[in-house]
T-cell receptor, first 114, second 111 residues
């Protein structure tokens, strides 16, 4: 079974631009969570989707948004990029329905904001 | 406020020894606790899950304990090898639909 895929793997943007990241979960998994990982803050929860519905959101500004499609693929968008948004963005695919079960992570998208 | 603390940022041990990592939490009532391994530049990889009614769980050279009274989990790597060098993260559910992670402990095993 194929793992979680994230595209693109690397991205360089400038301040003020916007970016869209994509995540394809493991086949059959309907829940997807997104995390931001930085050296200073560690893994921070962004949001979780199940059946196209956002069920939980972390403490991030409204510039961070996401969505999930009917095939469970998910995207996250960051508008008006700031230098502090430089991070590894990780998507996790979850087999169960609660969002709290074992998370299968993708390789991440490394975003650098200049 | 809710907090997950992993004992130290870094742990250096000699090959063959046992590495013991600690995860303490406050203001959580997790139904279960998980441990993940993360290598540089990669996403975390699930290792073990232990439920609140389980005291101990093992998988090959890995052992996890869970004490809900002390609000603590211990993660042991026995007969450690240089290939075990990585960052280890503990995670637990804070509320519905969300898993919260500790900052991680970086283990370096010297040959």
């Amino acid at each position: 079974k194929a793992g979680v895929t994230q595209t693109p793997r690397y991205l360089i943007k400038t301040r003020g631009q916007q970016v869209t990241l994509s995540c394809s979960p493991i086949s059959g998994h309907r829940s997807v969570s997104w995390y931001q990982q930085t050296p200073g803050q560690g893994l921070q929860f962004l949001f979780e989707y199940f059946s196209e519905t956002q069920r939980n959101k972390g403490n991030f500004p409204g510039r961070f948004s996401g969505r999930q499609f009917s095939n469970s693929r998910s995207e996250m968008n960051v508008s008006t990029l700031e230098l502090g948004d430089s991070a590894l963005y990780l998507c996790a695919s979850i087999r169960g329905t609660s969002g709290r079960e074992t998370q299968y992570f993708g390789p991440g998208t490394r975003l650098l904001v200049l | 406020s809710q907090k997950i603390e992993q004992n130290s940022e870094a742990l250096n041990i000699q090959e063959g020894k046992t590495a013991t990592l600690t995860c303490n939490y406050t203001n959580y009532s997790p139904a279960y606790l998980q441990w993940y391994r993360q290598d540089p530049g990669r996403g975390p990889v699930f290792l073990l899950l232990i439920r609140e009614n389980e005291k101990e769980k093992r998988k090959e050279r890995l052992k996890v304990t869970f004490d809900t009274t002390l609000k603590q989990s211990l993660f042991h790597i026995t007969a450690s090898q240089p290939a075990d060098s990585a960052t280890y993260l503990c995670a637990l559910n804070s509320n519905d639909y969300k898993l919260s992670f500790g900052a991680g402990t970086t283990v370096t095993v010297r040959a």
